[in-house]
């Protein structure tokens, strides 16, 4: 997939294009970028139109202008929605990318079909205590990367990812993030606990690796207390990255959760 920009924004967007299929889009876990999503790529390129974005500071987008934060990031997608004449996507976003994949839902709800998040938390109703938790382990782990990135990314992939396979290509990602790049993180807790979750008018699919951390699993189980009606899948042998942890099993569970949404929706 080649690399598109539009004008006035610091987000490159990839793009697969087959027929009349419907759209997914991809959003990556913090400090990798769109390659994480290779596995999908391939498996889904010629049944569905594919749409990934490198988050901001991740990747290639890089071209950045003062006051350019992640907060911004749904009002980037739905720019490149309108450009590419996309009217409804289903979006899968892991980690990071599930939470600006929230954020999008809450910000243009008639632009999603479905939303699929994995390795993250309610952020309408996110528990001020697993906040804080979350806020202290983050710190402790920006403190690693100011010492050294190789560092940081050695710790990192023990926590992002089970397999070794995976582990090894997140390293390979991991170590290419900036340091400078972690300024355009301090907006995220703008979009937790901004907006109160309404009827939602498409299917939700939340879920995890069974090794993820515990409070990813406590956040889970929270979430789906919140939301009884969504559908919640816990991966075997998988961790936080469960698309690259168990990439078949991951594609066999999105295929049958989009073609679920497609008949939901007509």
Known sequence: MKPVKLPNSPVTYFISRTGQAEWILFIHAAFVDHNMFNAQFAYFENTYNILAVDIIGHGQSMDTQKGDTIDKMSKW?????KAEHID???I???SLGAVLAQ????????????????GAYDINNFDAKLK?????????????????VKWFAEANKEISAYTSRAQDEFFAMNVLFPKKSFMYLATLN???NKYKTGQRKYPLLIGCGKFDIPMELEAIKAWKRGEPDCTVVLFENAGHCVNMDVPQEFNKTMEEFWKGASQSNE
């Open 77 to 81: 997608v739905f720019d490149i929605l």
């Open 88 to 90: 409804k996507v289903h």
């Open 92 to 94: 899968a976003g892991v």
């Open 103 to 118: 954020d999008f839902a809450n910000c243009y709800p008639y632009a999603v079909r479905s939303l699929a998040c994995f």
């Open 132 to 148: 804080n938790e979350n806020s202290a382990k983050q710190k402790l782990m920006m403190l690693k990367a100011f010492f050294s």
């Open 190 to 192: 703008n979009m937790v």
